[in-house]
């Protein structure tokens, strides 16, 4: 069931990204005899001024320990989420879904494979769940959706230490 689902939110996000335009702010890089076909000049390798250094793309965020936490952020979302009269979601939905995406994006899984539907007083629209990132404009790193079959995702709430047995005087 839950390959499915990884498999509509594939065809989501591919839908989504032949729709999308690239961004005009992305300068189009041509090589140089392509740059030449086309009347222009190639752009320089970006090179920093003196004294500052490039740096280089963000690593990944460390897997978290528990996804409860980062999952809180998102509660905005559940009336979008379980209610199909909720055209949109709200403002501060959208931040929480970007703030998963940036610090746990791995914790976004369990909402995928429905692990959320049993704190939930309603089960949450899986549709709505995989579409939430483009309704919200922001993109779910595909390397996401995949490890949720691949990676060993953190649990929602973390497991709680047993309690010794106090020693009778």
Do not use: W
């Amino acid at each position: 069931m839950a390959s499915s689902k990884f498999v509509a939110l594939f065809l989501a996000f591919a839908m989504a990204a032949a729709i999308l335009q690239p961004s005009e702010a992305r300068p189009q890089i041509l090589k140089p005899d392509c740059a030449a076909q086309h009347g222009q000049a190639p752009h320089p390798a970006p090179v920093g001024s003196p004294g500052t250094t490039i740096s280089s793309p963000p690593s990944p965020p460390a897997q978290p320990t528990e996804c409860l936490t980062p999952l809180l952020g998102m509660m905005p979302c559940m009336d979008y989420l379980t209610n199909l009269t909720v055209l949109t979601p709200p403002t501060t939905c959208c931040d929480g879904l970007k703030a998963v995406i940036k610090d746990a994006p791995v914790c976004l899984c369990h909402g995928m494979n429905g692990d959320m539907n049993s704190f939930m007083p309603k089960p949450i629209d899986p549709v709505r769940m995989m579409m939430l990132p483009l309704v919200c404009g922001t993109t779910l790193p595909l390397q996401t959706i995949f490890s949720c079959n691949t990676l060993t995702v953190p649990p929602i709430m973390a497991p709680v230490a047993p309690v010794a047995p106090t020693p009778s005087p």
